[in-house]
């Protein structure tokens, strides 16, 4: 088989190990095309966590086997998200409640540096997690500058050179848009950032789930990431690069304990989300096997000759990333063919340039009622502006600011979209 076919087949497969994706509605199989909101999870999470309740249930902080297992287990899971996102090991991984408390914490801790006067740039493009925490900044007198975006959503790279002449002290930038689907420069952003002295704190979030990420590559300061976009339990963890770890004044106070990112991981955690991140990360790696079982290869790329836990976990991204492709690509052509629609982001002629994610509004149409009408009928998806406030504004104005987003992942179909679109059609019949 060619390697379209391989894609199609390792992971329509995939399918099975999603006990939810069998779930109807009203009658009607349903539709999770919601997936930038939150994914769906795996019978290795659930039986991870099942495990993890029956076997390793305690707290950290005692010399007692049960405790020591326990402690065991997070360490393994911090590897792995190191491994995930191409970290230098677990030092540099800390688990907490979600991707928002980080950005708090790491606007919290480099704020403590800066005094009235010191620049920090924030994007128009961002969801508002990586935003609102450095405004906060903005009344002890830090100047905050909003680095915009064009008419497609992208970010203006040479107003950022422009804003950069400023000598900001921080520059916080997402990976890719929640909202259109654009993938983001980020190992340029984090090069020009730090030629001009600034931090880069990077929203790993929507990218993590799409693509093989590596944060050494990227040169990334700090970064924060959902896990329950990432196939697993609704929690967070943040990257933090240990060569830069002195530049977190908070940090100062304990840096005689260690130079671990796990001192920011505050009081108890939620031991049973880590296990249930194993179990995300081990089908991810299952992943990998059956791609290579079907013909595919990491032959070639930064994958093949890495250690066990990253070959795993980022090769099956790689594939993940292709087979998207060709969601992206139906998608994009069945969308075209559609009267009266407009798509915020990138136009169609690269699928490639942007993740499956698609926000969109149809003339004449009320988001709202096209969103209630969809539900009925069986399809998970989001209308409104998905707290990337700023940028649907700008490009979904006429609109109340809102669209309607369609957003897949590699556990999706090409038929699901074909159903999708015939559910569409009809809806529109009947708005019309």
């Not at 086997?65 to 360490?75: E, G, Y």
């Not at 407009?342 to 096209?370: H, K, M, Q």
Request: with cysteine.
């Amino acid at each position: 088989m060619n390697q379209q076919q391989a894609l199609q087949q390792t992971f329509e497969h995939a399918r099975s190990c999603f006990p939810s994706l069998g779930d109807t509605y009203n009658g009607h199989p349903v539709l999770f095309f919601d997936n930038s909101a939150g994914a769906q999870v795996s019978r290795f999470v659930i039986d991870r966590v099942t495990d993890y309740y029956i076997h390793r249930n305690a707290q950290k902080g005692t010399i007692f086997k049960r405790t020591a297992d326990m402690q065991q287990v997070i360490v393994e899971a911090r590897q792995l998200a190191a491994d995930l996102i191409g970290a230098a090991g677990h030092e540099e991984i800390a688990f907490g409640q979600n991707a928002t408390n980080f950005f708090h914490l790491f606007a919290h801790h480099l704020g403590r540096d800066l005094t009235a006067g010191d620049h920090i740039i924030i994007t128009e493009a961002d969801h508002h997690a990586n935003v609102n925490p450095w405004l906060e900044l903005a009344e002890r007198g830090i100047r905050v500058h909003v680095w915009n975006v064009d008419e497609y959503g992208s970010l203006d790279m040479q107003q950022f050179r422009e804003l950069l002449e400023l000598g900001p002290k921080v520059v916080a930038a997402g990976w890719a848009s929640n909202a259109t689907g654009t993938v983001h420069p980020m190992k340029e952003i984090a090069r020009l950032a730090h030629e001009a002295g600034a931090l880069v704190v990077a929203d790993g979030v929507q990218a993590a789930s799409h693509l093989p990420m590596d944060v050494k590559e990227a040169d990334v300061d700090f970064a924060a990431f959902s896990t329950y976009k990432i196939f697993g339990p609704h929690m967070g963890f943040g990257y933090f690069n240990r060569g830069r770890l002195e530049r977190l004044d908070g940090w100062k106070i304990q840096k005689e304990l260690g130079q671990d990112a796990y001192f920011f991981e505050v009081g108890s955690q939620n031991h049973e989300g880590i296990e249930g991140f194993i179990g995300s990360m081990e089908y991810l790696a299952q992943l990998t096997r059956d791609a290579e079982g079907n013909g595919l290869s990491l032959s070639g790329t930064p994958f093949d000759e890495a250690a066990p836990g990253r070959r795993g976990t980022a090769g099956a991204m790689h594939f993940a990333q292709l087979y998207e492709q060709q969601l992206t690509a139906h998608f994009l052509e069945r969308l075209q063919a559609v009267s009266g629609v407009i798509l915020y982001g990138r136009p169609a002629d690269d699928p490639s340039a942007r993740l499956p994610v698609f926000a969109f509004n149809i003339e004449g149409i009320e988001t709202d009622a096209l969103g209630r009408a969809l539900d009925e009928a069986g399809v998970e998806a989001r209308t409104g502006n998905y707290l990337a406030i700023s940028l649907m504004e700008r490009l979904a104005g006429p609109f109340g600011g809102g669209a309607l987003r369609i957003s897949l992942v590699h556990y999706n179909t090409i038929e699901e979209i074909d159903r999708f679109f015939g559910i569409l059609e009809s809806a529109l019949q009947k708005l019309k």
